[in-house]
Each structure stands twice: as structure tokens, then as C-alpha cells.
């Protein structure tokens, strides 16, 4: 059943960009790359890498790759690095919960002045501001003198901004490496997303929700470690949840107790 959800079946696997997108908004959210650390859905092993010989052809390592820029490029769904650090595709259905639990949704100047971002931060933060959907080569020539020591602070200060949902890739070139376009969240994505109200507990209980029903079971440490979220804060949510009859906890052999799944 997993694999089939995950499209890592040759009969469900993505053979075109729909297919991809499709498979975006039907999970909500999920990873670009696969990863050793979790078996969570991405759309490398939904396409090329798992069935590449598959019955009329997945999608090619071309095509895959720039999914991050032809599908953020054209605002079919949301891209940037955020669950754990890693590149993730959301849906715009999906994009408010994240926006809710992770985003600051106040002014960066006002932050800063609040010692909440770093110089670093603020460094890139302007020079999107004023250079809108600036190329990765280009952020990097203006954001100062090229040396180990300031690519390693600027690396961290766009992976933090991504994950605070302050910065966005808002597509990129098909002919370089991983050559971002980036935009600020505030002027790239639509009001209608970005205003929308929604309580930060609510938030938080109906993405992992939607995290179980995609992992068809999961624990809560599973669930804290890809939000990184504390795990007496996920079990409170779980025993929301619970109450609500929205989950129920089952026995999964060779598994220790303690596994969650949706109704």
C-alpha cells in the first residue's frame, strides 16, 4: 500500500510534470530526494530512479531534476528547503499549515531590530528585496567577498530563511546546477495564502494528520523527528487527534508499541 501511495509502483509511478504535480497535491507535501535517514514519498523514487524501465517510461533524470524549477517556476505548487533541511514540494492547499507552524509573518526589519535574524539573514533578505527573484550566482557575487568561511554563512542563513518561510525558490535556469531563482514568500506567493488565518495548534495537529495518513503508520518520535518538533508537544497532538477519532494506535510486528495510524 506504501509503495503505491509513495508512486513507487510501475503502475503509479510519474511519467509526466501533471503526473508529478498530482502526486504533490494529493500527499500535501512532499521530499524531492530520498533519503537514508526515512522512508518518507519523494518524487525520485515516484519517477526515475525506481522504475526506470517501467512500461512506457517514467519520467527521464532530465526532466526530474528541473521539476524544482519548471514547477515552482510556473507556481504550480510551493518549493524551498524545509522538512529537515531538505528540498520539499507543498501543495498550496497544504502551504497555510506550513506558513502557520513555521512562518514568522512579521516584518524582517522589525526582526532583525529584534535580534531574531542575523546579519547574514537580513544581508540576503535586502538584496532579494531589491533584486526580486535574483539568480543564485548573482546573490552570491553581491552578498560579499567569495571565501569558505562567507559561503558557509550564507548557505546557512538561505537554509534558515527557508525554513522560517521567509525566502522561496521561485524557479530557476534548466541549464545550471541547482541555479535558484529567489523571492521573497511575502511578494511571491498569493495573499490569499500567505493572509490566511490559521492557529498555530490547529496547524500543527492537521499536518501530522496528514503526515500519518501519508506514512500510512507512524510514531511519535517519527513524526517529531521530520517537523523537529518536540516529542511531548507531537504527543499532545496525537492525543488530540485520538480523542477526536481521527487516529487510532495499532500493533505492527517486529515494531515497537506506540504506532498511529489515520482513519
Known amino acids: ?9 510501475s503502475d503509479t ?7 508529478a504535480l498530482d502526486f504533490v497535491n494529493e500527499l500535501g507535501f512532499c521530499w524531492f530526494i530520498d533519503s537514508s535517514e526515512a522512508d518518507l514519498p519523494n518524487v525520485r523514487k515516484g519517477s526515475v530512479e525506481a522504475y526506470r524501465k517501467s512500461p512506457g517510461g517514467p519520467l ?10 519548471t514547477l515552482s517556476g510556473r507556481k504550480d505548487c510551493y518549493y524551498a528547503k524545509v522538512l529537515r533541511g531538505r528540498g520539499t514540494f507543498i501543495s498550496w492547499e497544504c502551504f497555510p499549515l506550513f506558513y502557520a507552524a513555521y512562518g514568522s509573518g512579521s516584518d524582517y526589519q522589525d526582526d ?16 532579494i528585496a531589491q533584486y526580486p527573484e535574483i ?6 557575487k553581491k552578498f560579499g567577498p567569495i571565501g569558505k568561511d562567507v559561503t558557509r554563512s550564507m548557505d546557512r542563513a538561505l ?10 525558490v521561485a524557479g ?7 541555479l535558484h531563482y529567489w523571492a521573497l514568500v511575502q511578494d511571491w506567493v498569493s495573499p490569499a495564502y500567505v493572509s ?12 501530522v494528520l496528514r503526515y500519518v495518513r501519508m506514512a500510512i503508520a507512524a510514531s511519535v518520535g517519527d513524526i517529531a523527528w521530520v517537523f523537529r518538533w518536540k516529542r511531548k508537544e507531537v504527543a499532545s497532538l496525537i492525543d488530540d487527534l485520538f480523542r477526536e477519532d481521527r487516529v487510532r494506535e495499532i500493533e505492527i510486528i517486529g515494531l515497537p508499541g506506540g504506532m498511529y495510524t489515520a482513519h
Open 1 to 9: 500500500m506504501r509503495h503505491s501511495r509513495y508512486r513507487q509502483t
Open 13 to 19: 509511478c510519474c511519467r509526466t510534470e501533471k503526473d
Open 60 to 69: 527521464d533524470a532530465v526532466t526530474w531534476w528541473d521539476l524544482k524549477h
Open 112 to 127: 532583525y531590530r529584534k535580534g531574531i535574524l542575523s546579519r547574514e539573514e537580513k544581508r540576503i533578505l535586502d538584496l
Open 135 to 140: 539568480s543564485s550566482r548573482d546573490l552570491r
Open 159 to 168: 537554509q534558515n530563511l527557508q525554513e522560517t518561510f521567509r525566502i522561496t
Open 172 to 178: 530557476g535556469s534548466l541549464e545550471g546546477w541547482s
Open 196 to 207: 490566511k488565518r490559521i492557529d498555530l495548534a490547529a496547524a500543527k495537529k492537521e499536518l
